[in-house]
């Protein structure tokens, strides 16, 4: 529950300070030449130097406005819900990678000193699935060999699960955000063709409205989509990775279980 609120209070606070930023450029955009005060020479050169400096910030946004922000709000909203997500499972993935030969080291000497409630000590104070799986496997070790390994298969399933938690969005979002770019690229184009119906003219004044949106809105989906394949390839490649650990693992603590028995 305090994952998913971190995210909604994440997403929020991007939402809104995004808002804000465009709507004071709206405000100061349509605000009467005759209020505006009268600039002089140095302070021209001023402005000129401040907009060289922001110059890449001011274009985002004014390209934003110009892709309609009617079309171009939903693609930020899932280009944002997407980061969100793909941030919030990067860090619990990250926060899961354990060193498992290390935590094997401590099973096998607390197996030694103090049998197997020591080394159920040792697996519940390490966080991650795979002290997960091991604390499963050594609550069944009094049952035999066999108990402990359909265990660990079976709870390993489960951490698999959990692992793979919110990828389902994020997949969602890369899917959605360019079919809004596209859904964009089609009301451009309709409106091309509508003021050129209305004006009687094909020349390009009358079209570059629509065709910039069209065009504009293209360009966002397929930025939403690109960045967010790229996380997700990471993740399923962090996941994959923590997957082949959890099994390998599993069968050396098997080991280090049967050896323990053995030497008894």
């Not at 709206?26 to 401040?50: I, N």
């Not at 989906?221 to 923590?242: F, H, P, T």
């Amino acid at each position: 529950m305090k994952k998913q609120f971190s995210i909604l209070a994440f997403v929020g606070f991007l939402l809104c300070g995004a808002f804000t930023s465009f709507a004071q450029d709206s405000t100061a955009t349509a605000q009467p030449a005759a209020e505006q005060p009268a600039v002089t020479e140095e302070a021209a050169s001023t402005d000129a130097t401040a907009t060289e400096e922001v110059g890449f910030h001011q274009q985002v946004k004014e390209k934003f406005i110009e892709g309609g922000t009617t079309y171009m709000w939903p693609i930020l909203i899932c280009m944002i819900l997407g980061l969100a997500v793909s941030i919030e499972r990067i860090i619990t993935l990250n926060m899961a990678t354990v060193n498992t030969k290390k935590l094997l080291s401590q099973i096998e000497d607390a197996l030694a000193k103090g049998g197997v409630e020591a080394a159920k000590n040792v697996t519940k104070s390490t966080k991650g699935p795979i002290a997960s799986i091991f604390t499963q496997g050594l609550m069944r070790a009094s049952e035999g060999i066999d108990m402990v390994e359909k265990s660990v298969v079976s709870y390993g399933g489960v951490e698999m699960g959990k692992l793979e938690r919110g990828l389902i969005w994020i997949s969602l979002f890369i899917s959605l955000g360019p079919m809004l770019g596209f859904f964009g690229t089609v009301i451009g184009m309709v409106q091309a063709f509508d003021a050129i119906e209305a004006a009687g003219d094909i020349s390009p004044q009358v079209v570059a409205g629509g065709m910039k949106v069209a065009l504009i809105t293209t360009v966002g989906g397929l930025i939403v989509g690109m960045v967010l394949q790229i996380l997700y390839n990471y993740l399923v490649s962090k996941i994959d990775s923590l997957v082949n650990s959890m099994e390998d693992a599993s069968i050396s603590l098997i080991d280090i279980l049967v050896k323990h028995k053995l030497s008894k």
